[in-house]
Structures are given as structure tokens and as C-alpha cells.
């Protein structure tokens, strides 16, 4: 945890008024999701009380109490958040729709919804998780059509096509400018960190696809582009994502602001792709001339997965649960480059860096750890 991301909350006790002030109380939606996970074990480690909401709750855990809510229903939400008076709210989650118009409704009326059942809350800060189709636009239209130049600035005006980022967004807004609370929005790239059962998990996809390649004794190829292999990308670390937003939440310079969020290094996926394959012990096998994505590469290997996850005794066994072929083809098979400009958080005093090998290898560490794929 970086020092100079950890001034003094202005929520907790001040170090020249010894007046005790009441414990900061964190609403984290979509809880049990990568960066959700991710900011909770924070929130906790740092003295929060956390109310963690998801549709169905995770583990127990000191410090964390958990509220089972229907994000789509108003009135679910309403019920749900009535007794509760959080001083900080940290939305992480989404709902995939077949199309942009219908993510709009839904996702934008999430935040809508959500905002409005806490009018009745002390909330001083209100943090939102988007990315950086932000700037390259919907899945439906990705990457087509103009798009700003690399690296990506939170200045960069909204591209003319729909986009649900842009309806939360403007919820975020109009509820801030109606209650009067700050508000920060957070433009990830690629999250990887610990989670299961989530929508868009490449670091997972990735530990499971090199584990089937092991035991298959199958080349571990990769899936994508030779844009995104020979190209500079970044990525965003979940704890990367979390110390970002709890930064923001509780330090003036993070307020009222809209910041890209990184690990702080760029790298290429020909130099990437070789290092998790050693870690795995598979071969390496760079892009064909025409793409092998991991939904063509993986097809009817669920019960592959069911037999590997019985012989090691794995915590798993459900293939879907574990990996989303595809987001990371989405990811990998993109023709342009992508990468984030973070220079508008550090100048604002945000510092933490990740290795995004490191992320990796940690990951992965923590994977086995858990039962969730093979042990070497």
C-alpha cells in the first residue's frame, strides 16, 4: 500500500482533534466480483465496516456484513438499503445485455436505481468502475469507427455512439448534483485479480486454459491478434483498481474526478505469453496467421475439465464457472493498440504500481492455493 495514497481520512480520527469520529461505513456493489472482492479485503484491512451487496452473498467474515439485492429491481434495492446509512458507496458491477440499448437501461438504471435508494443515507463519496470502452466504444461497435489516439486521456470527449459508461456516468452525475456528494469514476483496462463465477476473468481463463494445455500435453497458443502480440498494452491489477478508489473516496484530489487506472507498466504479449507458459511448464506458440480463439481452441472440453478437476481434488469442477473464452478473445484479438494514460492520477498524488507479471504469477499463486486449478 503506497504511503502517500493514505492521508488522513477525513472520516476517521484527526491526529490534532482528538475527537473520536465514527468509523466510515462502505456500501460495496457487486461485492463478490474481481474488483469488488479486491476492495472489500482493502476496506477491511483498513479498519472499514463494509456492507457488501451482491445477489447471492460470499463468505463470512469479520467486518463485512452481507445484503442480498436484485441490482435491476428498484424496489428490491429500496427494501434492501432502507435501514442502511453507508457514508461511502463503491459501484463495481454490471449486466451483460445482447445489445448497447438494452446495457444502457439496464446498467445506467442500476446506478439510477441504486442512488436513489439511498437518498435517505449520509453518503459523502460515491466511486464507479468503468473502462476503457469508454474510449473504444461498446462491445457491439468495438474498436470501429473513430477512436482517440493511444495512450487514452480522461479528456478525451465522448465518442457519438451509445454507450451504458456514458448512462452511468450521467446517473452518477445528476444523483451527486441532486444529493450533494462527491463522486469519482474509475477507467480500468483488463482486471485481473481473484474471483469465481465472474463475467470477464482473464486471469483465471488463462490459469485454466495453460492448466488443460498441461495435462493435455497441448501447445499453449495464443489466441489472439499479431497486433495485440507484437503491440504495447497494459492492464489493471484489482488491488490496483481498489487502493485507486479508496484513494479518491477519501482524499480532495481524487473528488469530482474522472481517472484511467493501470498497473503503471506496459508490456507485449510475445514477451507476456512465454512467462506464463514457464510458470505452467507448457510451450509457448505465438499467433496464427488466422486467430485460434480459446471458444474454437476450448470447445467440449467442459468434461475434460470435470475428470482433471476430480483427479487433482479441485475446489471447481464446473468449467463455466472458471473461465470467459470470450472476454479474453475479446481482449486478445483486437486490432489496434490499446493503452491508458495514468499521468492525471499521479500528478494527483495516486502512486501504486504493479509488476503486471507479478499480478499474474500472484494470481496464479493464490489459484492453486484455493483448489482452483492444478498444483504442479
Same mark, same amino acid.
Given at each position: 500500500?503506497?504511503?502517500?495514497?493514505?492521508?488522513?481520512?477525513?472520516?476517521?480520527?484527526? +491526529?490534532?482533534?482528538?475527537?473520536?469520529?465514527?468509523?466510515?461505513?462502505?456500501? $460495496?456493489?457487486?461485492?463478490?466480483?474481481?474488483?469488488?472482492?479486491?476492495?472489500?479485503?482493502?476496506?477491511?484491512? @483498513?479498519?472499514?465496516?463494509?456492507?457488501?451487496?451482491?445477489?447471492?452473498?460470499?463468505?463470512?467474515?469479520?467486518?463485512?456484513?452481507?445484503?442480498?439485492?436484485?441490482? +435491476?429491481?428498484?424496489?428490491?434495492?429500496?427494501?434492501?438499503?432502507?435501514?442502511?446509512?453507508?457514508?461511502? #458507496?463503491?459501484?463495481?458491477?454490471?449486466?451483460?445485455?445482447?445489445?448497447?440499448?438494452?446495457?444502457?437501461? /439496464?446498467?445506467? *438504471?442500476?446506478?439510477?436505481?441504486?442512488?436513489?435508494?439511498?437518498?435517505?443515507?449520509?453518503?459523502?463519496? #460515491?466511486?464507479? #468502475?468503468?473502462?476503457?470502452?469508454?474510449?473504444? !466504444?461498446?462491445?457491439?461497435?468495438?474498436?470501429? !469507427?473513430?477512436?482517440?489516439?493511444?495512450?487514452?486521456?480522461?479528456? @478525451?470527449?465522448?465518442?457519438?455512439?451509445?454507450?451504458?459508461?456514458?448512462?452511468?456516468?450521467?446517473?452518477?452525475?445528476?444523483?451527486?448534483?441532486?444529493?450533494?456528494?462527491?463522486?469519482?469514476?474509475?477507467?480500468?483496462? +483488463?482486471?485481473?485479480?481473484?474471483?469465481?463465477?465472474?463475467?470477464?476473468?482473464?486471469?483465471? +481463463?488463462?490459469?485454466?486454459?495453460?492448466?488443460?494445455?498441461?495435462?493435455?500435453?497441448?501447445?499453449?497458443?495464443?489466441?489472439?491478434?499479431?497486433?495485440?502480440?507484437? *503491440?504495447?498494452?497494459?492492464?489493471?491489477?484489482?488491488?490496483?483498481?481498489?487502493?485507486?478508489?479508496?484513494?479518491?473516496?477519501?482524499?480532495?484530489?481524487?473528488?469530482?474526478?474522472?481517472?484511467? $487506472? /493501470?498497473?503503471?507498466?506496459?508490456?507485449?504479449?510475445?514477451?507476456?505469453?512465454?512467462?506464463?507458459?514457464?510458470?505452467? *511448464?507448457?510451450?509457448? $506458440?505465438?499467433?496464427?496467421?488466422?486467430?485460434?480463439?480459446?471458444? @474454437?481452441?476450448?470447445?467440449?472440453?467442459?468434461?475434460?475439465?470435470?475428470?482433471?478437476?476430480?483427479?487433482?481434488?479441485?475446489? @471447481?469442477?464446473?468449467?463455466?464457472?472458471?473461465?470467459?473464452?470470450?472476454?479474453?478473445?475479446?481482449?486478445?484479438?483486437?486490432?489496434?493498440?490499446?493503452?491508458?494514460?495514468?499521468?492525471?492520477?499521479?500528478?494527483? !498524488?495516486?502512486?501504486?504500481?504493479?509488476?503486471?507479471?507479478?499480478?499474474?504469477?500472484?494470481?496464479?499463486?493464490?489459484?492453486?492455493?484455493?483448489?482452483?486449478?492444478?498444483?504442479?
Amino acid at each position: 500500500m503506497n504511503p502517500a495514497s493514505r492521508q488522513l481520512r477525513h472520516t476517521m480520527t484527526s +491526529t490534532t482533534d482528538t475527537t473520536a469520529q465514527p468509523t466510515p461505513v462502505a456500501l $460495496v456493489v457487486g461485492a463478490t466480483g474481481i474488483g469488488g472482492s479486491a476492495l472489500t479485503d482493502q476496506l477491511v484491512a @483498513e479498519g472499514w465496516q463494509v456492507l457488501a451487496l451482491a445477489r447471492r452473498p460470499g463468505r463470512d467474515r469479520d467486518g463485512v456484513r452481507w445484503i442480498s439485492a436484485d441490482l +435491476t429491481s428498484a424496489a428490491a434495492l429500496r427494501a434492501a438499503l432502507a435501514p442502511e446509512h453507508p457514508t461511502h #458507496v463503491f459501484f463495481t458491477a454490471w449486466a451483460r445485455q445482447a445489445t448497447e440499448t438494452e446495457n444502457i437501461a /439496464v446498467n445506467g *438504471g442500476m446506478v439510477r436505481d441504486l442512488l436513489a435508494a439511498l437518498d435517505h443515507a449520509p453518503v459523502e463519496h #460515491v466511486a464507479l #468502475v468503468t473502462g476503457l470502452k469508454h474510449y473504444l !466504444g461498446p462491445f457491439e461497435a468495438y474498436g470501429q !469507427g473513430p477512436i482517440p489516439e493511444t495512450p487514452f486521456r480522461e479528456d @478525451e470527449p465522448r465518442l457519438d455512439a451509445p454507450n451504458f459508461y456514458y448512462a452511468q456516468e450521467d446517473e452518477l452525475f445528476a444523483a451527486a448534483e441532486r444529493n450533494g456528494f462527491t463522486w469519482s469514476v474509475h477507467r480500468s483496462h +483488463t482486471v485481473i485479480g481473484h474471483a469465481v463465477g465472474n463475467a470477464m476473468n482473464m486471469g483465471l +481463463t488463462l490459469a485454466v486454459y495453460a492448466s488443460i494445455c498441461r495435462e493435455l500435453n497441448l501447445p499453449f497458443v495464443f489466441p489472439g491478434s499479431e497486433t495485440q502480440w507484437n *503491440g504495447l498494452t497494459d492492464m489493471t491489477d484489482a488491488t490496483v483498481l481498489a487502493d485507486q478508489m479508496v484513494w479518491a473516496a477519501t482524499n480532495p484530489q481524487g473528488a469530482d474526478e474522472a481517472f484511467n $487506472v /493501470v498497473n503503471g507498466d506496459v508490456f507485449r504479449w510475445r514477451a507476456m505469453w512465454p512467462a506464463i507458459a514457464e510458470y505452467f *511448464g507448457v510451450t509457448p $506458440v505465438g499467433p496464427a496467421p488466422v486467430a485460434t480463439p480459446l471458444e @474454437e481452441q476450448m470447445r467440449g472440453m467442459d468434461d475434460t475439465w470435470t475428470r482433471i478437476a476430480q483427479q487433482h481434488r479441485l475446489a @471447481e469442477s464446473d468449467l463455466t464457472r472458471l473461465a470467459s473464452w470470450w472476454h479474453t478473445d475479446a481482449d486478445l484479438g483486437r486490432q489496434i493498440e490499446v493503452v491508458a494514460d495514468i499521468s492525471k492520477a499521479r500528478i494527483a !498524488g495516486f502512486a501504486t504500481h504493479h509488476r503486471t507479471v507479478d499480478s499474474f504469477t500472484d494470481l496464479f499463486d493464490r489459484y492453486r492455493s484455493e483448489r482452483l486449478i492444478p498444483s504442479l
